[in-house]
């Protein structure tokens, strides 16, 4: 409870198996998911877990939907934060505006944010994202890991986080897992951040430098 | 005339609502499939000698069900899945014609008023109340599920049960469009007044009230036109539809969205 677990790898890696299987999308070929201890095909109380997939411009190109309707298709009764607060949770600008707006005209930092809010919108327990920096510039990265760290923080929300971005988890992962196909690394990031495991991880010579960079919080 | 006009007002609403859930999920050909599976069914039972009624209904729901299987279990994709339905389904109607059917190929490939009988009206009817129950009292997870089935099992959402849901209501609701469109045209009917609708709205409800608008608006007149001139009613609605579909063109290109 309230870990921030990053699981890195390289791309094909089996990151995104990983995260699906969690939550039941992907069944596993041996084995029992289990989320809050119950199996997760007897699984009911979706309302604990937010889930933010990779690529999901994609979703939505075909679909006409507001980010209102969206954000309210997400919603358990009795459970749910409002949504134009949310949207300003995760750092959406002129909330108000944005609600009535198509999801697919939205920008590519707001799809995500939106995204984001989506997964949050239910005060989960458990945060799971798939690659949220791939499209993001770094003062998106930031702002994303701030919303983070202030959930992990204020909410006690479990974040887990699949990327292969290994400069994104910095400081803020307390526990880090290195996957490719197979479980390489379980532990925490001091240990992981030295060349000879990253090495093994992608297959290839890698140099870290290490500068202890703290992300500012706000 | 009668029976045709409430026909044409169930299968207007009927179709482009279901239409909605079947297009962003690239399923609209489901639609021909059942027409043609529908096709055949209607000249093998003139070739046999029975009344086909419940046969034509269940018919396309056994041709959805295929496809799907094909899709689903055996990876075959969308269209390649729907050509060997259609090739299915036209073939065999066409051995029942050239072994004797008596089929009035004009009235069933493009439509007709005399083919509507009142069950596809009582049967239409109940499809178009169960489906907007459905909707309206789940809207929210009816929208996920369409956006992305990930995300919906995610929600909680019983994928699988909301796939039969619509792929039976889409099955029956063809053969009533049938009787008003035709088999050629029956898919203009699910897919148009979507598409149509989707360049202009901001909003999943907006569009499927366009796209009922629309779809309602084109079979109706469809009906008028064929009575009147003795045109094809299918033809004619496609034609509204068509007319429709490029006044949203139009508005999508001037950037108006409602």
């Given at each position: ?17 990983l995260?699906?299987?969690?939550v039941?999308?992907l069944?596993p070929?041996?084995g ?7 199996a997760?095909?007897r ?5 604990r877990?937010g889930?933010?997939?990779q ?11 507001s980010?209102g ?6 919603m358990?009764t009795?459970?749910a934060?409002?949504?134009v607060?949310?949207l ?63 959930v992990n923080?204020?909410?006690g929300?479990?974040?887990i ?10 400081t ?7 996957i ?5 690394y ?9 060349s000879?495991e ?5 297959g ?15 | 005339?009668?029976?045709?006009l ?7 609403l009927?179709?482009?609502l279901?239409g909605n ?6 399923l ?6 059942s027409?043609?599976?529908?096709f ?12 086909e009624?419940?046969l ?13 299987q ?5 990876h ?15 073939a ?5 014609i050239?072994?004797?059917?008596r089929v009035?190929?004009?009235a069933?490939l ?6 509507v ?16 129950l459905f909707?309206?009292?789940?809207f ?5 599920y ?31 469009g ?7 045209l029956?898919t ?6 979507t598409?149509?609708?989707?360049l ?7 569009s ?16 008028f ?14 034609m ?5 579909l490029?006044?949203?063109?139009v508005?999508?290109?001037?950037r108006?969205?409602?």
């Open positions: 409870m309230g870990e921030r677990l990053f699981i890195i790898g390289p791309n094909g890696g089996g990151k995104t198996t995260l699906k299987t969690m039941g999308v069944r070929d041996s029992v998911v289990r989320l809050f201890g119950v997760v095909q699984f009911r109380e979706w309302w877990v889930y933010v997939p690529n999901a411009a994609t979703l939505f190109e075909r679909t006409p939907l980010v309707e969206l954000l309210r298709s997400g358990h009795g459970k934060l409002d949504p607060e949310t300003s949770l995760v750092g959406v600008d002129e909330p108000d505006k944005i609600i009535h707006r198509r999801v697919s005209d939205l920008s590519g930092g707001n799809l995500q944010k939106t995204m984001l809010a989506l997964a949050l919108i239910n005060k989960p327990q458990l945060l799971i994202l798939d690659e949220p920096t791939v499209y993001v510039d770094q003062t998106g990265v930031a702002a994303l890991m701030n919303v983070i760290n202030r923080r204020d909410w929300v479990t974040v986080i699949a990327t292969h971005d290994v400069a994104a988890i910095s803020l992962a307390s526990r880090v897992v290195c490719n196909r197979t479980a390489l379980d532990g925490d990031i001091t240990h992981l951040l030295s000879e990253l090495c093994r991880i992608y290839f010579h890698v140099y870290t430098i290490q500068h202890g960079h703290r992300w500012s919080e706000t | 005339m009668q029976r045709a409430g026909a044409a007002v169930v299968t207007g009927l179709l482009p279901i859930y079947l297009v962003p999920k690239r609209s050909l489901l639609g021909d499939a027409s043609h599976a529908a055949a069914v209607i000249a093998l039972s003139s070739l046999l000698g029975f009344r009624t419940l034509t209904y269940l018919a396309p729901v056994a041709a959805i069900y295929a496809i799907l094909l899709m689903r279990r055996f075959v994709s969308g269209d390649q899945a729907l050509a060997a339905l259609l090739a299915v389904g036209g065999t109607a066409s051995l029942a050239s072994l004797g059917a009035n190929l004009n069933v493009f439509g007709s008023l005399l083919l009988q009142v069950e596809d009206i009582i049967l239409g009817v109940s499809v178009a109340a169960a489906v907007t909707v309206a009292g789940n929210g997870k009816t929208l996920v369409t956006v992305s089935e990930e995300l919906a099992k995610v929600r909680g959402v019983q994928v699988g049960a909301y796939t039969f849901v619509f792929a039976v209501a889409a099955g029956l609701s063809i053969v009533t049938i009787k008003i469109a035709g088999v050629l029956v203009a009917l699910l897919a148009i007044p598409m149509a609708a989707s202009i709205s901001n909003s999943f409800k907006i499927i009230l366009l796209s009922i608008l629309f779809g309602t608006t084109a079979t109706t007149l469809g009906v036109i064929s009575y009147y001139l003795a045109l094809a009613p299918g033809a004619s609605s496609v509204v539809l068509m007319i429709f490029i006044l949203c063109l508005l999508r290109s001037l108006i969205r409602i």
